[in-house]
Structures are given as structure tokens and as C-alpha cells.
């Protein structure tokens, strides 16, 4: 597929409902208006991108353009025979943690009544993650452990609960003790919560790392990249997407996710995936 193809762009998102659908619908709108093309969305919530070529929308021609999360984007490039190539721009969300660059943290989220003060007070705990796929949930935890000189046996239980919102609802019931939380998913829920989300606090930060890529379908080639990149930078995009809590898109290259590539390793290894 070219630019110049009058078919009609296929958009994947994994990362929502944790961020707001509406905020993929908007920038799959906008490039696709910039390439005089007709667009559709589709959404996989279970994962936060393929884990695999088994699972790749992208090799199989399903998805031209996907928002993913870092271990997804690593894995899809890793080899001689990648199956996506690079957005060189990505949300920068706002979040003064962020220092305006497009990187994201994990809070560390434990119930506000809860004698849990940092990370390192989660031993012994029922721990939850959202799935196996994603950096801010699952990955910074290990990552942690790792650093920590730590292994799994730290925590009492480290459950997959299958997603960052399914995750705050049990700490908030006391059926876990706490989570790692993309940090612009816990924004979003503590705003649609009618107490503002008070039952629930942070404890620790974990990041920061760069943020979840805009990736593009290797065959559809590098004029479909250009002109995303050309979209995301236009300044009407970015107006359209404050209201998600997005500032605008700031640079990103392929050298900011391999310095994870190592960290991430170790975890997936420290979980024995």
C-alpha cells in the first residue's frame, strides 16, 4: 500500500479503553484526512500490542497503522524482518513528571488507607498487573525487582487482573493491595470518579520510559510514515487532542526504546516468559 492508495487506512489501537478511545479516533481521523483517505479502528483490549508474530496484525496485513505499547514495538523489531517501522513523533501527555517529552511513569497505586508508604512496602502483598504485555503495568514492576536485587517471591501474589482500570477497581474493593498504573490511565480515572478517585493514593514512581510508540506497518512503506509524522505535527491535531490530556507530539526515535530493550529482557526473563 502507498500513500496514493485510495483503500482505506486500517488503524489498531491496544491501548484503550486504559486511555480514551476517543483520543485514537481522533488522530486516526486527522491522518486520514491528510492522506484523503477513508479510515476504521479496531480495538484489542486484552493486550497492550502482539507478544509475538503469532498475534501480529501488522505481518498479517490487518493493521497499517497501531498504537502499542514499548515491549510490543521491541519485539515486532526484533530480527532482520521487522513487521513496523517507527512514527518519529508520539504523544507527550500532560503530566509534569513528563519534563514535556514524550515519555510516560507508572504510580505505584495502593488504597489512600492502606499502611503502605513505598514499593518496597508491597512485601508480602497481593500485587496485581494488567497483563503480560504491558511496560508500565507488568514490566516496570519486574524491572524493579530486578534493580532491587528482588524476585517475585517478594510479593505474596502478583496477579494478572487484565487490564490498569480492572486493577483500581480491586485495590479500591481490598481484593489486592496494590498495582503499577500507566499514570495518564489514572488520570483519566480518578477525572470520571465521583469522589476524584480520593480512596486511592500513590507511593512510588516507577520511570520514566518513552512513551507508547505510533507504529506503521513495514510494506506500506516509508511515505505512510512521513505522512503520519507530517499529521501528528500539524497544530490543529494538537488542540484536538488536550482534552485527553495529550500536549501535542515531540520526537522519538528507534535509539529511545532499545536502551529498554535490556531491562525488559530481564524482566521477561525474571518472569520466565
Known sequence: MTVGDPSTLRFTTWLAPGLPLELFETIAASVSAGVARDHELSVEPKISGPMSRRDDRFASGLTDVGFICPPSYLWLTD???????????????????????????????????????SFADLAGRRVGFNERASLSGF???????????????????????????RALELIEAGDIDGAAVDANVLRTWRR??????????????????????????TTAGPDLVEAVATQLADP????????????????????????????VGRAMALAGR
Open 236 to 263: 490543529d491535531l494538537a488542540a484536538a487532542v488536550r482534552p485527553f490530556g495529550v500536549l501535542g507530539f515531540g520526537p522519538v526515535g528507534a535509539e529511545d526504546y532499545e536502551a529498554i530493550r535490556a531491562p
Open 79 to 117: 530480527g532482520s524482518d521487522p513487521s513496523v517501522s517507527l512514527v518519529p513523533l508520539a504523544p507527550i501527555y500532560d503530566d509534569p513528571r513528563n519534563g514535556g517529552r514524550p515519555v510516560y511513569v507508572s504510580d505505584v497505586v495502593v488504597r489512600a488507607d492502606a499502611g503502605i508508604e
Open 192 to 217: 470520571e470518579r465521583p469522589d476524584g478517585g480520593r480512596a486511592l493514593r500513590s507511593v512510588d514512581v516507577l520511570g520514566p520510559y518513552p512513551v507508547q510508540p505510533v507504529v506503521v506497518r
Open 139 to 165: 514490566v516496570s514492576v519486574l524491572a524493579k525487582l530486578d534493580q532491587d536485587g528482588l524476585d517475585l517471591e517478594h510479593f505474596a501474589e502478583f496477579r494478572q487482573v487484565g487490564s490498569h482500570r
